[in-house]
């Protein structure tokens, strides 16, 4: 990804040199393969891409556009793209459905979108503001969607905690804070497990409901303020699980799996709440041996896969297996499949050859996981 937020902070830092990103947006390699189907297919189709995702031709083979979609979908994303950050940011109070809905959207489009608030936000295209979900779309389209670095993620934080030292700060670990002071209506510090601190600024990661409501309290804000957090709705969860393989089975960077019926809005997940067990979920795969040599030893690889917004029914049954691992490629594609075993689950996200979401997957898919809340661990 080309100026990600990390990028500013390090060269900030006087530690640019240190900033090392493992792939550039203008790598020529395909970076991620896409599997989508429509509702009126049988099966998922695959194509692949480079990161940037300027050129729309990929998408439109996968989608099998006519020329009138086509059409439309590339006067709706010049408008996205070329849209002021000022303007953007004016859309905070309109959700993406209903911006979607102004104007003449094509169904593959629509239907990517609702995908891409689920998996890029972690929230329903009726409810996530328009600004939120434009923003990342025209970042995905000019900038490249992914961004990895040398060492990972944690390696990133921990230069930043280093430099953070450095600069004369100090890293406490393990304080959980129970109270942000407030005096005479201004910060002074926090209380935490080690002890009370001092502060002219407090920033919180807490997020803005637990910091607001609880760890600051209401009576420090105005109540309209109060009222305005009170009614944010939180945003759904993400639920991902790591893989070591003894060998490399994946041939791009990341993998996404989505159909018109998979990703979902507030209704779908009421039904789903409910005990509506779906019969295709959307599927996240990342290959980080991809981008860095040493995410994994040598001949082998390192992945993880995700899916998020599975809701909780609220009656549990033991599920009909317990899970599986397994090693296959597509059955629809050409070349071998490996052995496969059911993994489907009442109360669990489940990846499983039998659904529809890995049933066609031509992505080569490494392994199929269960997560199950009601126990202690995901069944692997």
Known sequence: MRGSAFEEVFEELGVYDEFEPTLEPDDPRDIVTLSYRRREWDEYKTVTQKQAMADPTPFFRLWEATEEEQEKTIAVMTELVTMEDDDIAKLDNITM????????VPAP???????????????PLDLVAASEQILIMKQF??????????????????????????????????ARVERIVVE???????????????????????????????????????????????????GWSFTSVRYFLNKPVMDTAIYVVWSDDSWLDTERFRKQKEGEEPDEVILFMCNHSFYDDN???PRQAGAGLGNGLLAEPPTR???????????ARCRSCSRRSGRRRSARSTTAL???????ATRCCPARVASASVWRRSSASAVR
Do not use: C, H
């Not at 049954?317 to 090693?327: E, I, V």
């Open 350 to 356: 489940a990846t499983s050859p039998t659904s529809r």
């Open 141 to 174: 389209m000019l900038q490249g969607g992914g961004g990895q670095y040398k060492g990972g993620f944690g390696q990133l934080t921990t230069i930043m905690a280093r430099e953070f030292e450095r600069n004369g700060g100090t890293l406490i670990t393990g």
């Open 97 to 104: 459905k209903e911006w979607l809905e102004a104007r003449d």
């Open 317 to 327: 049954r033991r599920s009909r297996a317990s899970g599986a691992a397994w090693t």
């Open 184 to 234: 005479d209506g201004a910060v002074k510090g926090v209380e935490s497990a080690k002890g009370n601190f001092t502060a002219p600024v407090v920033v919180s990661s807490a997020g803005i409901q637990p910091t607001v409501l609880k760890l600051v309290g209401e009576k420090y804000f105005d109540e309209s303020y109060v009222n305005y957090v009170k009614a944010l709705v939180p």
């Open 109 to 123: 489009l629509y239907n990517y979108m609702g995908f891409q608030a689920n998996a890029s936000l972690a929230e």
């Open 295 to 297: 995410a994994a030893p």
